[in-house]
């Protein structure tokens, strides 16, 4: 099995910053895409920013020149640092990750964690 956990949530100000991490651990073998998504109230999810095992990364227009994206392969971990803070980024952000499993049968699933809230005041 396998777990994410997101950490770095909080009440900021608009304008301001925060930088959430995601740590995955468990009967893992190796990570390919990695993301964050995030779900408003009465909203869709929607992707945020994806990463893939190379770095190379994308991201939804509401948030360049923003956010940026990062990994760490040795540490099974992805962060997101959002600056210029506005209130409509106010959302439940949750961590994405596509895990090819260290145990039989060896398949490669997406894993979630239960995400991080962060509120943006304005």
């Known amino acids: 099995q396998v777990q994410l956990v997101e950490s770095g949530g909080g009440l900021v100000q608009a304008g301001g910053s925060l930088r959430l991490s995601c740590a995955a651990s468990g009967s893992i073998f190796s990570i390919n895409a990695m993301g964050w998504y995030r779900q408003a109230p009465g909203k869709e999810r929607e992707l945020v920013a994806g990463?893939?095992?190379?770095?190379?990364?994308n991201y939804a227009d509401s948030v360049k020149d923003r956010f940026t994206i990062s990994r760490d392969n040795a540490k099974n971990a992805v962060y997101l640092q959002m600056n210029s803070l506005k209130p409509e980024d106010t959302a439940v952000y949750l961590c994405?990750?596509?895990?090819?499993?260290?145990?039989?049968?060896?398949?490669?699933?997406?894993?979630w964690g239960k995400g991080t809230l962060v509120t943006v005041s304005s």
């Open positions: 990463i893939a095992k190379n770095g190379r990364t």
């Open positions: 994405n990750a596509q895990v090819q499993s260290s145990v039989p049968p060896w398949t490669s699933r997406d894993y």
